[in-house]
């Protein structure tokens, strides 16, 4: 059996849409990328800017929030490089926090770094179980702090019933293959407010603004980036979105069927879904106590060979050769650093089959079984 990490799937949705975008002729992000933010909408009750990708996504918020004042956001060590990269990019200076026992952000992490310069919050959603919102939120609304989060795994997933991506004056939604809605690349940015949405539709079209009844004419109002997805996009992704709670029954199916095959294995742990009617089931990482970066290595390698893809989520930032600059002197991140070691993500995509989860499983025991740790 070969299991690769991830595998997209597609019904005869995608290829319709896809096929009607081709057909219609116009390509550059037109009626599709409508029909998506539309559909969006609906979903989240914000607005919505369809952009290229997360990364996008992530700097046209921050690019947004902080203006041209700079100043630091608090991003946590656990999270993929474009939340933290973005704030640097939009002329800010992230400011690296530790996370809690979940991987999350919490008030206390967060207090631990803020400063007088202190602007916003960024907050990850990290494998789609809702970070803390209540004491993230109170904390901001304390200080005075805008939060951004990066719902990026959570598509979707709900925090006292609430959807994630509507707690923070923005939000930003990846599509990329591997994710829940996979377009191959692209993304979302949720808004609250809707002037920030226009300016937000002004700077991914190069700042160009063109009157409805000229539209030859142009002016250059901003200076912004080309960030527009193709109409192929967001036809694919229209298709995943509409199909995103059958998705997400079907990836928690299989978390579940995961967490049947490794109970009561003493030294293999999944990720703590604390709430599971909460979690997207993105991401499904496990733990094996006593696992060093070493031996985590030889897991991979051993893996492979039987035909198992694992991947690794994440490298905290702090140890990054990129981040070292953004590393305070004296500062310690001791959850991320004990648990980073002991990590690694099995796979978890639509159309695996519990077939496959047990071949998983029963690879992963047999390692544990012989390896020395
Ligand atoms: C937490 C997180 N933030 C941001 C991104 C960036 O999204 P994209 O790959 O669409 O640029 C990712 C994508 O992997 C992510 O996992």
Redesign the pocket.
Known sequence: MRIPFHKPYFSEAERRYLLAALEEGYWGGGRWVAHLEAYLKSLYGREVVLVS???AA?HLALALLLGDKGGEVIVPTW??T??AAAVVHAGGSPVLADVGPSLHLTAETVEAVRTPRTRGVVV?HYAGVPAPMEELMTLCERHGWWLVE?A??ALPAWYAGKLCGTFGSAAVL???ATKPIAAG?G?ALLLESAELAQRARLLRRNGLYRPLDAPWDYTVEALGWNYMPSDFQAAVALAQAERLLAVRAQRRHLAEAYAQQLKGEELIQLYPFHEPSSSAYHLLPAFIQGLRVESRKALFHWMREEGVELALHYKPLHLQPAYRAFWRPGQSFPQAEAIWPTIFSLPLWPGLSTEAVEFVTSRLKAWVRQAPL
């Open positions: 990708s997360g990364t992530l999270t993929f474009a939340t990850v990066d990026c795994h990846s599509f990329h690349q993304g």
